[in-house]
């Protein structure tokens, strides 16, 4: 499960990297991941025109990968493909899905985007595992499960010190931390959060949890109007971010502005 979902989110990720698309947050689509509705259910529910259906089979070195778009109107599949590769395979197949369904949909990409639709800076399958472990444990929000989910993150980064990913997962789970404690730790649990953000930064300054983390720590140090330029920068990355959503709600609360 946590190998699918790092998948999934990695292809949410890469779409929406598209000036022409429009697309829903792993959060919102995760809830039909065992659901026996239509498509055509789904995506009226969704208000979406199109889904990206798939299945994920993990053996040893051996990687199975099942994937189809399909349009809801007519539950018509517009591309579907089986990709029975080694794991170390995984970022060429995310790519080929990724690319192909552009192309199913005749997106158009404007200058730079196809460059940025195959930019893997990814160096060991291995630091990969680590990190999909560490994001799967951060996203249950609890103490024990962040701190483990540290131990992930540092190791991916011990595998591949130029993973700016696995940097950003340790920087978010540095966030949480300030949540969880209180008093000195909470300074120190930024200042490792702010540290990190920026080192992860300097590999990739594309990654929209980076400026969401600097919002983060620039809104709980008081810079408010640093805070929502951070986080307006990590919604413009990713426009289905729905946590950045979130956390500009909150700065812009503190910065006296309720009604926006």
Request: no cysteine.
């Amino acid at each position: 499960d946590y190998f699918a979902d790092g998948i999934t989110e990695d292809l949410i990720t890469d779409l929406s990297k598209l000036s022409g698309l429009q697309v829903l947050a792993r959060q919102s689509v995760q809830p039909y991941r065992e659901s026996n509705q239509t498509e055509r259910e789904i995506g009226r529910e969704l208000s979406a025109r199109f889904l990206v259906r798939g299945s994920v089979r993990r053996d040893g070195d051996r990687l199975r990968v099942n994937v189809r778009l399909v349009d809801v109107e007519d539950s018509v599949n517009r591309w579907a493909e089986r990709y029975d590769r080694k794991l170390a395979d995984i970022f060429k197949v995310q790519d080929d899905i990724t690319l192909r369904v552009v192309s199913a949909l005749q997106v158009e990409l404007v200058p730079g985007e196809r460059a940025r639709l195959t930019q893997q800076n990814i160096a060991s399958v291995e630091a990969y595992d680590q990190y999909l472990r560490g994001f799967d444990l951060l996203g249950r929000r609890s103490r024990p499960d962040n701190t483990e989910a540290k131990g992930h993150f540092e190791r991916a980064i011990q595998l591949d010190p130029g993973f700016a990913l696995a940097y950003a997962g340790l920087s978010q789970a540095y966030t949480l931390d300030s949540v969880y404690d209180r008093g000195p730790k909470v300074i120190e649990s930024l200042s490792k959060a702010e540290s990190l953000a920026h080192q992860a930064q300097a590999i990739d300054d594309s990654l929209p949890q980076v400026a969401y983390v600097l919002g983060f720590v620039e809104m709980l140090k008081g810079n408010l109007a640093v805070a929502v330029a951070e986080v307006l920068r990590a919604i413009e990355l990713r426009p289905s971010y729905a946590d950045a959503h979130a956390l500009m709600a909150r700065a812009l609360h503190f910065a006296g502005r309720p009604a926006e």
